[in-house]
């Protein structure tokens, strides 16, 4: 009797310590979960409206550069929500950490013309529908002078392209070595800033070994603001203008511009 009854205590305390250790395991892995959620997660960009000067960007970013004296004007042309204030600094650096939100700054206007930064289309190859080209085509509806630039360094990757009343004057890009697009003939502010690079995708360019005999075969981040700064307004220079401290606004665009 006293061996049956040590056989069933026995077998209880393994049950216990079986359950507990179970249970253990499962508070672990859903601890684990919660924080690889956790991680995956981006916390919200912190965002201040407190005025400040104008910061310098223009690498590894997206821009547009827009005739406006009226910011508010070309929110509404964008379709925005989720719109507050904020100042140069916390809403450029949120909107470049937030791309595939379509998070954006629009800056309050700067000698005429307002920037919009941030997570926008990228123009590269002609696509169809080609979403980027359609964005900037929308802005231009609504504004007599539209001009969209771009770079990332990794890949190396650069663009711009201008619409003036609604007609495409200009539209390149070029990435991972390859000529994207090369639409229309060279602006004067390309050709003198020596803007002119071959086609990867015409012989000329196979018959030419451009590649060995020119370090600058292709363009590079510096070309895209030295360029914007002949069009309109060199974002690397902003921080040098004698201007006051202002806010813009953050806020996400239309959701029909995701070229997911």
């Known amino acids: 009797m006293s061996t049956i009854v040590f056989f069933i205590v026995l077998l209880g305390i393994i049950l216990i310590w079986y359950f507990s250790k179970s249970k253990s395991r499962v508070v672990e892995h859903n601890e684990a979960a919660s ?37 508010k004007r070309v929110i509404e042309c964008l379709d925005m929500h989720d719109v507050e204030i904020a100042n140069w600094e916390t809403g450029i650096v949120a909107a470049n950490h937030s791309w595939k939100e379509r998070l954006v700054f629009v800056s309050p206007p700067v000698k005429s013309w307002v920037f919009v930064v941030g997570g926008m ?70 050709i003198e800033l020596d803007l002119k690079f071959l086609d990867t995708r015409t012989q000329e360019f196979i018959d030419s070994n451009v590649w060995e005999i020119d370090d600058h075969w292709c363009p ?41």
């Open 220 to 260: 590079d981040e510096e070309d895209v603001t030295k360029l914007a700064g002949k069009w309109s307004l060199n974002p690397a220079e902003l921080d040098e203008l004698e201007l006051p401290e202002s806010v813009g606004f953050v806020g996400k665009i239309s959701s029909k511009w995701d070229q997911r």
């Open 121 to 190: 289309p990228c123009l590269d190859r002609e696509t169809d529908p080609d979403v980027a080209i359609d964005f900037i085509k929308n802005i231009a509806s609504h504004f007599s002078d539209v001009q969209y630039f771009g770079s990332h360094r990794v890949s190396g990757w650069c663009a711009w392209a201008r619409i003036i009343e609604n007609e495409m004057v200009r539209a390149y890009s070029f990435g991972d070595g390859e000529t994207l697009r090369d639409t229309n003939d060279l602006t004067m502010e390309e």
């Open 35 to 71: 924080n690889k959620k956790a991680a995956i997660e981006k916390p919200k960009p912190v965002i201040c409206n407190q005025p400040d000067k104008p910061i310098a960007f223009g690498y590894k970013t997206i821009w547009v550069a827009i005739k406006a004296t009226d910011s």
